[in-house]
């Protein structure tokens, strides 16, 4: 079952909200879904710490009480693999919800359709938490195998690939860079890129892009190609945020 959470203040908001996601629900029949509202993230924390699990929330950020990113940030340390969607009125916490690893930001207001597809990527995320595992061969020749979600970037050293997790490293004693490459191209289309002779980066654990290089959630620093800055910047937004068609009921 995938449990998603909405905490909106705004009564209206949160109905049209949850109509949408309910329609997103049912028109899925392959998942089971629960889901969840607030109108404030203090209830939604207070139900965190009752227990409460969530693999999705979508949040305003003009909450009462504690901002909506503020809560997110409890999110993701009690929720490992929450998928988090921010919904608010204005874009002037772009860069925080990067910081936070938000699956999309909208801007209100916004579409069924683009809320939808938000939905989409964020299913698509849990999907790969839940079943995509890349197999590693380690130095004794042992099978290791880690979830796509976990891999921060992979580089080569020497004759090895270091692959770069929130729990350590593991070293890649067989497969090539290029092929480690081409497996995660194939399980997981644009999330995985190649900025520089060998690195292997997971553009979902970037914490921003500056003309140094790509630094990383861990506070590591991926170079770039000389002359690359623009085109990876924009590759990376374009695969957290996908374009924005305005319209649609929230205000």
């Known amino acids: 079952m995938l449990r998603i959470v909405i905490c909106e203040d705004d009564a209206k908001d949160l109905a049209y909200i949850k109509q949408i996601v309910d329609a997103y629900c049912a028109a899925h029949v392959e998942h089971s ?3 969840e509202g607030f109108a404030n993230s203090s209830q939604m924390l207070d139900a965190l710490e009752q227990g409460a699990v969530w693999d999705i929330a979508l949040l305003d950020i003009y909450l009462p009480g504690i901002l909506g990113t503020d809560a997110a940030g409890e999110l993701s340390q009690r929720l490992k693999q929450v998928e988090l969607i921010f919904l608010t009125n204005s874009q002037d916490f772009a ?7 938000a699956v999309h930001y ?3 207001p916004f579409t069924a359709q683009q809320l939808a597809e938000a939905l989409d990527r964020a299913l698509a995320n849990c999907a790969e938490a839940n079943g995509q595992r890349l ?8 099978p290791c195998i880690v979830r796509l979600g976990e891999i921060e970037y992979i580089e080569s050293i020497e004759r090895c690939r270091v692959v770069h997790t929130a729990a350590g490293e593991l070293t890649e004693q067989r497969q090539s860079l290029s092929a480690l490459y081409e497996q ?3 399980m997981s289309p644009g999330q995985f890129i190649a900025p520089y002779r060998g690195y292997v980066v997971n553009q979902n654990e970037i914490r921003t892009i500056t003309t140094q290089g790509i630094v990383m959630r861990s506070g590591a620093v991926i170079p770039l190609k000389e002359g690359d ?18 319209g649609g009921e929230v205000e």
Request: net charge positive; proline share 2%; hydrophobic share 50%.
């Open 184 to 186: 995660l191209c194939k």
């Open 135 to 142: 197999v590693l061969h380690l130095g004794n020749g042992a």
């Open 33 to 35: 879904f629960r889901v």
């Open 106 to 108: 909208l801007v209100k």
């Open 95 to 101: 860069v925080e919800a990067f910081a936070l690893g």
């Open 229 to 246: 800055f623009r085109r990876t910047r924009e590759a990376f937004f374009a695969w957290l945020f996908p374009e924005n068609k305005r």
